[in-house]
């Protein structure tokens, strides 16, 4: 069975740095492009950016580019999304998402939520 | 940037036809993808390619894809089906998500 398992809930401060994973199995991890999907709270999905395992090529939503960095362990079937320094509009659900040769989203990871309070 | 367009919620009787919009320039020039999501859950995908149905999806389920028009058609709708769609499709290498809509099964 293909499955996304996410890291769990996070709560950090404004200003803080945070790591959250997407961690692969079912299947040839560095074969697909992981992509990164943003919901804030009540609102519709956007687009992060996305990552193909198998060399770390990556691209990165305009919005996005400069505000996180999407990483990925091949030797752990583990993408990464992280923060250098959070902000208090950064607080969102964060989903992961295998991409198809036919680049749609087949396989979702169970999203993890992000709170980012003082 | 590019940007795709649906409308804000659609309402639909038990067993009728509901069918969501998904509005961008010359998307039919390019493939559309339809998402389902309910509540508190991860998003589902309905439609890929702008007709095909992944294993497990009800043949209910269709898409077409024409001139600036994406659509997702579900027939003879039933409760479980009423949640969000969202469409997706891709410019410049870089996805892009339609902005959804809420369907009501009254």
């Known amino acids: 069975e293909v499955q996304l398992v996410q890291s769990g809930p996070e709560v950090k401060k404004p200003g803080e740095s945070l790591k959250i994973s997407c961690k692969g199995s079912g299947y040839s991890f560095t074969s697909n492009w992981i992509g990164w999907v943003r919901q804030m709270p009540g609102k519709g999905l956007e687009w992060m950016g996305n990552?193909?395992?198998?060399?770390?090529?990556?691209t990165y939503s305009p919005p996005f580019q400069g505000h996180v960095t999407i990483s990925a362990d091949k030797s752990l079937n583990t993408a990464y999304l992280q923060w250098s320094s959070l902000k208090a509009s950064d607080t969102a659900v964060y989903y992961c998402a295998r991409q198809l040769v036919e680049m749609a989203l087949d396989c979702w990871g169970q999203g993890t939520l992000v709170t980012v309070s003082s | 940037s590019y940007e795709l367009t649906q409308p804000p919620s659609v309402s639909v009787s038990p067993g009728q036809t509901a069918s969501i919009t998904c509005s961008g320039d010359k998307l039919g020039n390019k493939f559309a993808c339809w998402y389902q999501q309910k509540p508190g859950q991860s998003p589902v995908l309905v439609i890929y390619?702008?007709?095909k149905r992944p294993s497990g999806i009800p043949e209910r389920f269709s898409g077409s894809n024409s001139g600036n028009t994406a659509t997702l058609t579900i027939s003879g709708t039933q409760a479980m089906d009423e949640a969000d769609y969202y469409c997706q499709a891709w410019d410049s290498n870089t996805g892009v998500f339609g902005t959804g809509t809420k369907v009501t099964v009254l």
């Open positions: 390619q702008d007709t």
């Open positions: 990552i193909y395992p198998g060399d770390s090529d990556t």
